[in-house]
């Protein structure tokens, strides 16, 4: 059994641009939450994705966006870029809104 | 307005001896805990959660212990060993909440001295 795998695992992005983070669910899991995870914080909700249609939205501006595929794999993607986006963002499947497992992140860094 | 509190940043503890994690909520609608523990350069790791219909679960070296009229929950380990060194953030979710979003804490760093 595959646990979530995320990519890439860290990345550089100039402030204003576009940057898309990958999940790959953990087999059999049909459901993924996205979290960001600022230094020094807990993990904050961004939003979740269920059978492909998104269910439950965190407080973030929509330039935050994402999708979710037929596989169950996940996009996030942010557009235009702040500063204060730098932070680790992690993924999380499940099966039926339950029992969550985590990937390791990716360290987004906005210079 | 943060609805789950973890006030303790850090703690040192005696390898053998207890670790006692506090964390506290606000928010009326949570009805299920979760404790989670975390490796640098890794994701959180699930350890142990309770529903509200219960004040206790005990897993291994593990418990949690929930206080519904006090809004607080704790997590002890006993005993402590090296390993369990890292992070810990305790999280809170709803039956109502979208999607069952998982409400965290900011977290406490554990270190077990040998």
């Known amino acids: 059994e595959t646990g979530v795998t995320q990519s890439p695992t860290h990345l550089i992005k100039t402030r204003g641009q576009q940057v898309t983070l990958r999940c790959s669910s953990q087999?059999?899991?049909?459901?993924v939450s996205w979290y960001q995870q600022a230094l020094g914080q807990g993990p904050q909700f961004i939003f979740q994705y269920y059978r492909e249609e998104e269910n439950g939205r965190g407080n973030f501006p929509p330039r935050f966006s994402g999708l979710q595929f037929p596989n169950y794999s996940s996009e996030l993607n942010v557009n235009a870029l702040e500063l204060d986006d730098s932070a680790l963002y992690l993924c999380?499947?499940?099966?039926?809104?339950?029992?969550?497992?985590f990937g390791s992140g990716t360290r987004l860094t906005v210079v | 307005d943060q609805q789950v509190k973890q006030n303790s940043p850090s703690l040192s503890v005696q390898e053998g001896r207890i670790s006692i994690l506090n964390c506290d909520y606000t928010?009326?609608?949570?009805?299920?805990f979760l404790w989670y523990k975390k490796y640098p350069a890794e994701g959180p790791t699930f350890l142990i959660s309770?529903?509200?219909?219960?004040d206790k679960n005990e897993d291994g070296r593990f418990t949690v212990f929930l206080n519904k009229s006090a809004k607080h929950l704790s997590l002890h380990i006993v005993p402590s060993q090296p390993g369990d060194s890292a992070v810990y953030f305790c999280?809170?979710?709803?039956?109502?909440?979208?999607?069952?979003?998982?409400?965290f804490g900011g977290g406490t760093r554990v270190l077990v001295k040998p």
């Open positions: 999380a499947s499940s099966r039926d809104r339950a029992g969550y497992t």
């Open positions: 999280a809170a979710s709803g039956m109502r909440a979208a999607g069952n979003k998982l409400t």
């Open positions: 309770i529903s509200s219909i219960k």
């Open positions: 087999s059999g899991h049909n459901t």
């Open positions: 928010n009326s609608m949570f009805d299920y």
